[in-house]
């Protein structure tokens, strides 16, 4: 490239010269003679120098293209070096000392696009790096929890739990139990009993509990005659006394069993650490109440997973929350139970016997009166008294029967009815004059426990209940 200008009194477009505030240092033009001004000099008689100025000598020319700035003056080397600026903080082209530094150029583009990359990663990492301790942080406070603290948490779980589920055996007289039971809040209950291989459907409203068994079942009660099992099979009845082995309202209510727990200790054995036992797999906590343990788990969430007691009163259940969903369904299928099956329910353990063994009988041709009486102990109860009549011993040829239902206060009562079939009359004239024929009968009393009006009142109980849940 050319050193200087082509043209005469050339001067870059918009370039200064002079740092700011700062004129050029005068500079001698070799080119002009003695007694001539230099670049930068005024002319001789003080007058100011006429026309535009031409730049240093060693600037080198740029090519000239349109829009083209020229970049700050340098000399051909580099910062120090031979024709270029000196180092920086010493005096340079027009430059006093101490001179500051010049303004800084802005980065390139394609530069500091990689670093706002790099400072947003870096950004990123610190923050998934505060959220990971702030994770591990509460996992350790969890851990951190001592068993009486994950045992109030459970009880506070408990007093707010619409149900629970119970799966587990009991002992009922000696016998076992299988159950699978549902207890609302309310106290209400539904499920399923196993004695012996034989399934009862249960439920327990309004603290009652009745059951609907197979005719296997009830042929193992000593309490229900043969004359009654048919009464009973595969229809609802009031639970006999050998599946009546503890209050369910008392012991396992969601509140019930928080109130029991929240005075639970946790059992230390000698090792000093409490005891802990898998159920359902998980781990859990073993607290000793009064006869009664109870098994939380140690882990979050915190719950109670088994209940067991031991004494008169023995039964090993593991437990499960129920949803609002799953109670709400329960009562459904309760109320449907109630209005279409429990009216007319039977009790097997009422406190109504009667007083002889042997039915008296008054038969003619037209019909027989059989009569009995009874002792009644307890409140007046509802009653059928039933009476039937057969042509052999074994009760296969049945002749007729008679029903009477009433109200059997208590006392001691005699109850009657009288047969008038067209089966018995029939009979009656068959037999030939001068011979003898032997007839059978018996009678006795079905008590109900449940009548039509209380079914229509436990109907609404639960309907109440339901809408509560």
Known sequence: MAQGSDQPNWQPPGQD???PGQPHAPQPDPAAGPGQPGPGQPPQGGQPPQGPQTPPPHWHQPPQQAGWTPPPFQGPGGPGAPGGPPPFGQPGYGQPPGFGQPPAQPPKSGKGALIAVLSAAVALVLVLAVVLIVLLGGEEEKKALTPQQKSSQTVTKLNSLPGLRYTGTYDASGTSVQTDL????????????TVGGDVIDAMLLDGDL???????????QREIGDDVIDDFADKWAKAPDSLRAFDIRKLLLPAALGQSLQQARPLVPPSGAPSTEPVAGRQAIVFEGAGAQYYVADAAPYQLLRVKTGGAQVFDFEVAELTADAVNTLYTELKDKVRNGLAGALDPAASIKPVSTVARSDCNASGCTIERKFSNTGPTATATYVAKIWSDKAGDKELGQCTRTLSVRAGTTTLECRVTSGTWKSWVRGIKPGSTSRYYFNSWLKVESVSKSRAETLAGKLEAEQQGA
């Open 210 to 220: 009745y059951v609907k068994a197979p005719q296997s079942f009830w042929r193992s």
């Open 17 to 19: 010269w002079s740092p």
């Open 182 to 193: 549902t207890v609302t809040r309310a106290g209400t209950a539904a499920g399923s009993l």
